[in-house]
């Protein structure tokens, strides 16, 4: 099973990977190019940057006119004259620098202006606003400058910021052009550094807010801070009051105020000068992720490539951002998701919606389709499916599915199929329809052998009818296989699914009562299941399996009504009757001159049935079966080891020449003392070991060493439970002796087992 499924997954990966990548390159260069991702790429920032929070260098001041400044000194704009009071204490205070981030192009009170001209003019160490817009209505630029009277003795500093929607600055200009005049940003004025007009930086907002000392303006006028604060430091002044405006938002932190994004900048450019990589080697990288992704075959190189790119996009910019060097990262992640989510949905589609072999819907969208609900259900089962499958080359099951899906479909070929495991095959009809004649014609298209690669297949089919009853689809199905199964039984070509077998109150308690009448009434039967001798390839035997085919409940399983009996005793019949028919019936092939050994399984309890041996003799005698043609299965024979009576049983039992096999070896007590003790000429490793050796290694240990220690013993080991042909070729390869499951044969009625045994010889003869 492992393997198939991962052939499975492998061939979605397949599926024009060229087509994919391009459009996926396509759709990736669009989302790279409008910036598509901006919301998740400012988030992601914000979560890098908190790997790496530090501390500002403490070089740029803030200064904050706000709420407290504007209740000492009342309402804004101030009179100039108390701005000029301001460049004089900060001047006094030994600044280096005084960047305003506040508009003076336009005169107010003369008096008050000559006032502020006077101490910018002292002070000497003034930057002022100016910017550059583009107007609201022609598109025109707008450039604003100070008054010339304030200008003759500053710098001239660019306030300009470009803002997203979140209200954030992510990148600020070195310099603009304003008046044909080069003029540095705030930022690049303040930290020194030189930058082409229309360049721009990125802000490292891994910088904590809290560490970019700030003062209320208020408090430098009344010289509550001085010199200690202030000297040597660049100060830029702005407005931080709800009431004046100029609000930003400072990613990581939440509302601020404009005059804090200049001195981020101003501390970025401070650290060093910013790398911006911008989206394309991110983005390339996705791409080329996907790109071994689809190319290659193999999904786990697909996994490794697209796991590795993903945590490289997530990771990788929290160490780079550290050193200014940033990039964007969701273009590249967009394509890996684009192509994950392809991948996945084809795989789910593979696994969960489709017969692999066939390409049909399976089961599981049948029991999905909303629309049958109000239609009949018809369900069709090859019942010698898996047996044909078994025998056939390895192409063979579908070639084989293609001519039963083309005969079901005769006569309505818009029909759509559902194909489920194991031969089973379904279809939603129109509820009014008489089912009776089409069904008819369907089995008599089934009379002609099917032909896959030269061989001639004859196939059994029958049908089974579910009118519509209002239950869930899933329920329907299982009615409509079990008027299928039925349909079999009775020798019927199909049959309806009757409504009123459904009640199953007290079915459990009335079953015991019932299963002595159901022998005698002969609606228990023995089903056989081939065994195949792995060194020579030959069905040298099968083994015989109690089945009640309940006249209203359908099938019921052997293990459910075997355990049953057993707990209270009631075994002794069942047992005399499988025996007889399994006996009479091994005895009639080997007459035919094939060489055939039967088994039949035996409740450990029938073991202290004095009699017992004494009837077998007699069955053996009257059917004239050697005794050697005979196995018997004890399960549950870890009890008998301590009571004396059991193994002498056993020891007459094999005193009459009939073989003794340990059944469902592994499950319980399976130590080398018990092994010694029980004379077995035959263990057979119970079916859960058995399906896990192709990727469970304490299976495999397990089966590889029950057949050594086997083989020491001289006893012969068979493998029960054998599904699937891998396991079979690894059975070989541990020299196992024979192997029995559904891979081999299913449990069939004694007419298929002797078409089988025929249709093999003749194989083998060729
Ligand atoms: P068991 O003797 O171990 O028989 C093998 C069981 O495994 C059978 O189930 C068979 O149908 C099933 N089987 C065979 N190959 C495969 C496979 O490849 N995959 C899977 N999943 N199953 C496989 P069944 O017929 O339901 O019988 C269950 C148990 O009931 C038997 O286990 C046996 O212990 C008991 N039993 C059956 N018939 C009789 C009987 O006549 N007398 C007694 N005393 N016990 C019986
Ligand atoms: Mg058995
Ligand atoms: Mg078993």
Known sequence: ?????????????????????????????????????????????????????????????????????????????????????????LTAAGTKQIVYDINFSFPSNPADDRVFAQ???????????????????????????????????????????????????????????????????????????KGSPGSNFFLDYSLKLQSIPAYSAGDILSGKVGAKELAGKRVIIGVASELLGDGYFIPGYGRSYGVYVHAYGAETLVEGRPVDLGWFPGFLLGLIAVAIALLRRRSIEALVAMSAATAALVVAPAFTEAHLIFADVTPGLFVLLVVASVLGWRKYRARGWVNSISNLPNLNALRAHQEGRSQALVAARILNYEEIVATLPSDGERQLVEQIVSRLKVGSPNRVLYQGDAGIFAWFEAPQQPFGNHLEALHALFRNPARVAGLSIDLTISFGVEVGSGRSIANRLASALVAADEAAHDGLKWKYHDPETLETASWRLSMLSQLDEAIDRGEVWVAYQPKLELGSKRIIGAEALARWTHPEKGPIAASEFVAAAEQHNR???????????AVGAAAAINKRGVEFEIAVNLSARLLTDKGF????????ARHSLPARHLTLELTETAALTNSGEGLEMIARIRDLGVNIAIDDYGTGLSTLDYLKKIPANEIKIDQSFVKGIADNRSDRLMVQSTIGLAHSLGRKVVAEGVEHRDILELLIEMECDIAQGFAIGRPMSLDSLTKRLASDRKRSAA
């Open 613 to 620: 041996t004494l009837r077998l003799a007699a069955m053996l």
């Open 119 to 193: 101490a910018i003019e002292r002070s000497g160490r003034v930057t002022l606003l100016t910017r550059s817009r583009l107007g609201p209505n022609d598109g025109k630029r707008i450039d604003s400058l100070p008054l010339p009277m304030f200008a003759r003795h500053a710098q001239l500093g660019v306030s300009s910021v470009e803002y997203n929607w979140e209200n954030a600055v992510w990148r600020l200009p070195y310099a603009a052009t304003i008046h044909g005049q080069t003029v540095p940003s705030f930022a690049a004025a303040m930290a020194g550094a």
């Open 571 to 581: 075994i002794g019949k069942l047992t005399d009757f499988v025996l007889e028919q």
């Open 1 to 89: 099973m492992p393997r198939a499924v991962s052939k499975r997954s492998e061939k979605g990966l397949e599926k024009k990977p060229w087509k994919l990548l391009l459009w996926t390159a396509v759709a990736g260069l669009i989302f790279g190019l409008i910036g598509a991702g901006e919301y998740f790429e400012d988030m992601l920032r914000v979560a890098r940057n908190s790997f790496h929070e530090h501390d500002a260098s403490g070089q740029v001041v803030v200064i904050k006119v706000d709420d407290q400044s504007l209740r000492q000194y009342g309402n804004w704009p101030w009179p100039r004259r108390m701005q000029g009071q301001l460049v004089d204490r």
